[in-house]
């Protein structure tokens, strides 16, 4: 096949060229430069349409520019963006109550990004296990899982598994114990007086949409009760709609001690994450002793807010659920088709998708769809997401499907 129209256009090629330039080489990003989008929808500097099946890793859980997220930010620049936490503005608290309402918990603490939730969950575990526990200062011990992604800071690639993320960035933070993901006997084998908290995603994202076996939260959830652990739940690319429930620990009936939320948070309009918890460990927070300067500002605490304004009607979670029985539906017959994908896991308008290594790598399969326009993201190996925005129609599925059949068996 020849180029495609974004390999080799002037516009394209020159963006591609001054990328490579000027902005550091910690990406590598199929050749398409994104101009406009819209819903499920995003359009190239050439005019070219593409159907966004990654949506932002989540971040993007309404689609682009959602109306009802343009409006409330829109009026909320013309009243006030940012004011510091030094002072109360009066979007926090609502934005507040409303999202530690749909989490069933009672305090809310704003951060922006999905890392800093996720320090934040460990700075608020570690002091509720010296405060609270009676661990002995400097010996809190944190259980994650292999695999595990939860962000970028030195502390938290401090306990990832993946040489990519964490090579060369030592010393590491300690007080991290890795046990492997699934496997519930292990992890109560882990425990030990100074554990103050296990955390981890309900469904690991980067690793490839990897699904728990059966049982294995609700395991996790009574051995953290029954030892006095606190039980911390990154939803930061799993919450918020994308496996058909507001939280993917619902699916197991699971309710955390800690929410680290993030992402679709946000709207898609900017950084708006946070940790949602019960007031006995939030607690131990004191002033001073944890913040952020654009942590609960007014623009991203009215957004947030209307972000769970949507979540509320129940709306995005149907349709992740019936959408995502659609997708999951074409992608096991792709499975049972013989053209080379060999596995496909997930839940909700989320999968992980195998393709069998000796036909190609997924980033040969994500720059094959970015050719039939569809954009999706490989990741370790031969494995690519799918994510698409909750948002897509029936019809926008399957020529993800029919996209993906095709490339499968054609370059
Ligand atoms: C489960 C999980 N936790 C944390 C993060 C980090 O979020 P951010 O990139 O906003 O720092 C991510 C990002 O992909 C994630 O998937």
Known sequence: MNAHPAERTSASAEHLALADAVT???????????????????????????????????????????????????AQLDRATLTSRAFHNDRLAPFCRDLAALAGMEAVLPMNTGAEAVETSVKLARRWGYEVKGVPDGRAEIIVAAGNFHGRTTTIVSFSTD??????????????????YGDAAALRAAVNENTVAVLLEPIQGEAGVVVPPDGYLADVRAACTEANVLLVLDEIQSGLGRTGRTFACEHEGVVPDVYVLGKALGGGVLPVSAVVSRWDVMGVFTPGSHGSTFG??????????????????????????????????????????????????????????????????????????????????????????????????????????????????HE
């Open 24 to 74: 550091a080489h910690n990406y590598h990003p199929l050749p398409v430069v994104i101009a406009e989008a819209e819903g499920a929808w995003v359009t190239d500097v050439d005019g070219r349409r593409y159907l966004d099946c990654l949506a932002g890793y989540s971040a993007l859980n309404f689609g682009h520019r959602h109306p009802a997220l343009l409006e409330v930010a829109r």
């Open 163 to 180: 040489p990519e993320a964490r090579d060369g960035y030592g010393p590491y933070t300690p007080g991290f114990v890795v046990v492997p």
């Open 296 to 409: 609960g500002n007014p623009l991203a605490a009215a957004i947030g807010q209307a972000v769970v304004g949507l979540l509320e009607t129940g709306e995005y979670q149907e349709r992740a659920r019936v959408r995502g029985e659609q997708l999951h539906a074409g992608l096991a017959k792709l499975v049972t088709d013989g053209h080379g994908l060999v596995e496909v896991r997930g839940r909700g308008l989320w999968a992980g998708v195998d393709i069998d290594p000796a036909l190609m790598t997924g980033r040969e399969m994500s720059v094959r769809l970015m050719r039939r326009g569809v954009l999706a993201k490989d990741t370790h190996g031969s494995t690519i997401r799918l994510a698409p925005p909750l948002v897509v129609d029936d019809s926008e599925i399957d020529l993800l499907l029919e996209q993906l059949a095709d490339a499968l068996q």
